[in-house]
Every structure is written in structure tokens, then in C-alpha cells.
């Protein structure tokens, strides 16, 4: 059994938690504590885990009494006076079960117990619980998709800043951790994972090389439980990086990351105090800490997400710019399609850039490619391919950027997706705006077929629908008066 059946089986579990009340938003949370258990057994990693709440004890037991057994277990896996784990801590913190059928978590239970396990062993507990939480982003009715990045997107944008042995990476955004998750994979790829490393280097990769933070707290239980399952004991906070709380995390050789897009509720701004720029656009502010958090040696490096907002904001949007273009070598923009997030109508970009080291006139020339116009559609029934990024990364010339005159040739180059375009005349730019756009969308239509505008259109129309549903969810119970 694969662990894309495996996957399967464990989302058809969704359906009994469904019918307890469960909504989708909960689905990974609740599987994930009882999923905890059986993997530490799966691993022989079950030594911090208090005995009489071992797995074997837990699937031994049923009907009312397990239900009452299960509960105290959250209450007490996530008491540090009782188990002394901080990872079995952050998992199980203020856990509770909406699980309220007896007879319902006992099937849960006694499924995962039949599972495959050997298969799933072999095929990588890490990568089996990344396909439960890419499954769970793929389905419209979680909700979770506008917060899980494609995974396609993140290995390139991994493959693109290439971490080494040795580098302190980081995300400030953390989500499910799947960023750091890639960027360790990308070098256990490359050093027959870690077996060729020293002792001192091995260690430093465990437990060092990879840290984030994430503000939401289910979120965070996810991120650890993912850290976990691919042999990752980096430091991993709960809070909001845009806080004091954020502050230690300076001096980084590589960030990767897609923050969150919005404003702080009612207008707040940030309240680290060692931002620059004051301004309450969250996307802004963490552009300011990354590359504030890279190392001053001219080649600590970043690829972050971005919408659209963050290339032509005025005020306060400038001026960050303008502050990352001196200290950073902002060398590259790629311009990412529609439709490859499931939040519709978010236009987005990836900036590569490198920190210098020195604060002034890093960036000399900032090259863009628009994977934006002219493109197939992209959606949940076309999602985005590695070979959809196989141009890009030919011209982007990881290896040797200075190469990339080679590839300005508008006759090999016939789309001109790839232009260069140097500080000053972006400095000329309204704004010194970097929303540079000049491919034309006159012959879109005529690149595609009627199956792809019908799947647009459909794509377009469940959108607006999903919207329309969320707004008269928001506006249930508001009395009418209340808007005269």
C-alpha cells in the first residue's frame, strides 16, 4: 500500500468525524493527536510518552471508558508537571476532542491501528502526514488552502537559494512548517541523509539548521508534529514574529517563507521595536524583519512570497523598498500566476534576494520574469507542475547569475518573459515601484482552449459563490438597523 492510499484512508476517516460534528477545519488537528501515538510506536520513540498512555494501552480500551480514558489523556500529555516532553507539550497544549460518539473515536482508533503501517514506514511518516495536510489544502471546504503553499512551489524556491551544510535556515512564517521540511530534504538528498556528515555537523543539522515561528496555535501543533515525523528538533515558537516574541531570530544564512497577507486587526502596527518603518501591512512588516534577519557576509539569502501590494505601496511601501534594495541584492522577481493559491484573486510574486555587506546600493540590476500572462490555467483540477518552473530556473542560473546576459536573446527568448531592468530606471518609477509588468493579455484567450476558459470560468464562479456563502455566514444575526 502507497502512502497516497494510505492518505486516503485516513481522510475517509474525516467522514465519522463529519458525522460527530467535527468541521473540516478541525480534521488534521483531531487525527493529529491520535495519530502522534501510533507513529512514536511505528518509530520506537514512545520513552516520554507515560506508559499508561502508550498506544497499545489506548487501542486496548473501548466504548464509554475509552472515550473517558482519551479525554484525561489530552488534559494530561499537555501538562508539562506531568510529561516532561516540551514537543509532546506544544502538541497536546489546551488539546481537547469534539469527538463526542464513543463508538466514533473507537473506529477512528481501531482504523488507523489497521493501517499498513510497514508500507508507510518505508515510504516516510513524514511525507505520509505532509500528504494528509496537502490533501486537507486541496479540499475547497477546509478552508486551509489560502495557507498551504504548493509544494511544487516550495522546492523550487528551495532548489533556487540551494541551502548548505551548515546554514542557519528560517521561517518567520511558519505554517505547517513545510519550508524548513523541504529545505532539510533538499540536503539529506545531497549527503545520503546526513550519513556522510561528522558527528558536530549531523547534530548541528538536527538541531540547529532549521527554526521558525508561527503565531496561530493549531497551526503550530501541526508544524510540530511535522518537524517530528522528518527528525527535525529545531527551535520552533509559538507567537507572533511581528512581536518581541519574534526578535531572536537574527544573523540567518537562508529564510524561506510566505507570510500572511492583510492588515493587523483594526489598523495595529507591529510592536517590535527594531522595524524601521512603522505601518500596520502585515506582508510589509515581514519583509522588513527577513531581510533585517540575514546575515551581513553577501551571501546570506531569502525567497519570499509576496503579493502584488508589496511592489508598488506607496509611503511607507517605498520606502521599504527602497531600504531593501541598499541592503540586499533584490536580484530577481518572478512573477507567479493566478489560481495557484485557493484564496481567488490573490496575484502573487517570489523575490529572491541576497543581504550585503554593507547597508547601501546592493542592488545594482533587478531581474523579472512573468509567469503571470500567457500561461495555462492553473486551479485545483490544473495544479502548478515542477515543469512549469523549468524555464524560470534555467535563466535564473543558480550557479552563476552573472551568466544570465547569455540568456537575453529576444529571438531565443520569442514569449519575453525574462527582463533586466537596472536601479536607476526603477528608481525613475512612480513610486520607485517594481510592479513592472509588460507582457500583453490581447492574445491570452487565443492560447487557450474552451475546456481550460470553461474551467476558468468555473474556478471564477465557485469563488464568488464561497464568497457570498461566507458573507451571509459573517452577517447571521446582525440586525439591519444596526447599518442605518
Known amino acids: 500500500?502507497?502512502?497516497?492510499?494510505?492518505?486516503?484512508?485516513?481522510?475517509?476517516?474525516?467522514?465519522?468525524?463529519?458525522?460527530?460534528?467535527?468541521?473540516?477545519?478541525?480534521?488534521?488537528?483531531?487525527?493529529?493527536?491520535?495519530?502522534?501515538?501510533?507513529?512514536?510506536?511505528?518509530?520506537?520513540?514512545?520513552?516520554?510518552?507515560?506508559?499508561?498512555?502508550?498506544?497499545?494501552?489506548?487501542?486496548?480500551?473501548?466504548?464509554?471508558?475509552?472515550?473517558?480514558?482519551?479525554?484525561?489523556?489530552?488534559?494530561?500529555?499537555?501538562?508539562?508537571?506531568?510529561?516532561?516532553?516540551?514537543?509532546?507539550?506544544?502538541?497536546?497544549?489546551?488539546?481537547?476532542?469534539?469527538?463526542?460518539?464513543?463508538?466514533?473515536?473507537?473506529?477512528?482508533?481501531?482504523?488507523?491501528?489497521?493501517?499498513?503501517?510497514?508500507?508507510?514506514?518505508?515510504?516516510?511518516?513524514?511525507?505520509?502526514?505532509?500528504?494528509?495536510?496537502?490533501?486537507?489544502?486541496?479540499?475547497?471546504?477546509?478552508?486551509?488552502?489560502?495557507?498551504?503553499?504548493?509544494?511544487?512551489?516550495?522546492?523550487?524556491?528551495?532548489?533556487?537559494?540551494?541551502?548548505?551544510?551548515?546554514?542557519?535556515?528560517?521561517?518567520?512564517?511558519?505554517?505547517?512548517?513545510?519550508?524548513?521540511?523541504?529545505?532539510?530534504?533538499?540536503?539529506?538528498?545531497?549527503?545520503?541523509?546526513?550519513?556522510?556528515?561528522?558527528?558536530?555537523?549531523?547534530?548541528?543539522?538536527?538541531?540547529?539548521a532549521f527554526s521558525g515561528m508561527e503565531l496561530v496555535p493549531n497551526t503550530h501543533r501541526l508544524a510540530v508534529m511535522n518537524e517530528y515525523l522528518h527528525g527535525i528538533n529545531g527551535r520552533l515558537g509559538q507567537g507572533d514574529s511581528l512581536s518581541a516574541n519574534g526578535k531572536w531570530m537574527k544573523n540567518f544564512d537562508v529564510v524561506l517563507t510566505n507570510p500572511p497577507f492583510g492588515t493587523k486587526k483594526g489598523g495595529e502596527r507591529a510592536t517590535r521595536d527594531d522595524l524601521t518603518f512603522e505601518t500596520s501591512n502585515k506582508q510589509l512588516n515581514f519583509l522588513q524583519i527577513i531581510y533585517n534577519s540575514l546575515k551581513k557576509d553577501g551571501k546570506a539569502r531569502a525567497a519570499v512570497v509576496v503579493p502584488d501590494n508589496v511592489l508598488f505601496a506607496d509611503k511607507v511601501g517605498e520606502e521599504i523598498r527602497k531600504d531593501l534594495m541598499n541592503k540586499c541584492n533584490l536580484h530577481t522577481i518572478l512573477r507567479l500566476p493566478t489560481g495557484i493559491f485557493y484564496a481567488q484573486g490573490v496575484q502573487t510574486n517570489v523575490l529572491f534576494f541576497t543581504r550585503g555587506e554593507s547597508d547601501k546600493d546592493n542592488t545594482k540590476d533587478v531581474w523579472i520574469y512573468d509567469m503571470r500572462h500567457q500561461m495555462r490555467s492553473f486551479g485545483k483540477r490544473n495544479p502548478l507542475n515542477k515543469k512549469d518552473f523549468a524555464d524560470f530556473e534555467k535563466v535564473f542560473c543558480v550557479d552563476d547569475r552573472s551568466k544570465r546576459k547569455e540568456t537575453w536573446d529576444k529571438e531565443k527568448n520569442p514569449n519575453g518573459r525574462w527582463r533586466k531592468f537596472t536601479i536607476d530606471e526603477i528608481k525613475k518609477r512612480p513610486n520607485t515601484s517594481l510592479d513592472i509588468s509588460w507582457m500583453s493579455d490581447e492574445e491570452e484567450h487565443e492560447t487557450k482552449s474552451l475546456k481550460e476558459i470553461l474551467s476558468d470560468m468555473n474556478e471564477k464562479s465557485k469563488a464568488i459563490s464561497e464568497a457570498i456563502a461566507e458573507l451571509n455566514k459573517a452577517l447571521e444575526g446582525i440586525d439591519d438597523s444596526e447599518d442605518e
Open 1 to 208: 500500500m502507497t502512502n497516497q492510499e494510505i492518505v486516503q484512508k485516513l481522510w475517509n476517516e474525516c467522514n465519522v468525524l463529519r458525522d460527530d460534528g467535527v468541521s473540516y477545519q478541525d480534521y488534521i488537528t483531531e487525527l493529529t493527536y491520535i495519530l502522534f501515538l501510533k507513529m512514536s510506536k511505528e518509530q520506537e520513540e514512545e520513552q516520554d510518552i507515560p506508559e499508561k498512555y502508550r498506544w497499545d494501552n489506548l487501542v486496548s480500551k473501548e466504548g464509554l471508558e475509552l472515550s473517558n480514558f482519551y479525554r484525561q489523556l489530552l488534559l494530561d500529555l499537555g501538562n508539562p508537571e506531568i510529561v516532561k516532553s516540551k514537543r509532546i507539550n506544544a502538541i497536546y497544549q489546551n488539546a481537547s476532542s469534539s469527538i463526542d460518539e464513543p463508538a466514533n473515536l473507537e473506529k477512528i482508533i481501531k482504523d488507523i491501528d489497521a493501517l499498513d503501517w510497514f508500507s508507510a514506514r518505508k515510504e516516510g511518516l513524514g511525507d505520509l502526514y505532509e500528504g494528509l495536510m496537502e490533501k486537507n489544502a486541496n479540499e475547497v471546504k477546509s478552508g486551509a488552502g489560502q495557507y498551504f503553499t504548493p509544494r511544487v512551489l516550495i522546492n523550487m524556491m528551495v532548489r533556487m537559494t540551494q541551502p548548505k551544510i551548515g546554514d542557519r535556515c528560517n521561517d518567520p512564517a511558519a505554517g505547517t512548517f513545510g519550508f524548513m521540511v523541504a529545505a532539510d530534504q533538499y540536503l539529506k538528498d545531497k549527503y545520503d541523509d546526513y550519513s556522510s556528515l561528522n558527528e558536530e555537523q549531523y547534530d548541528f543539522q538536527v538541531n540547529e
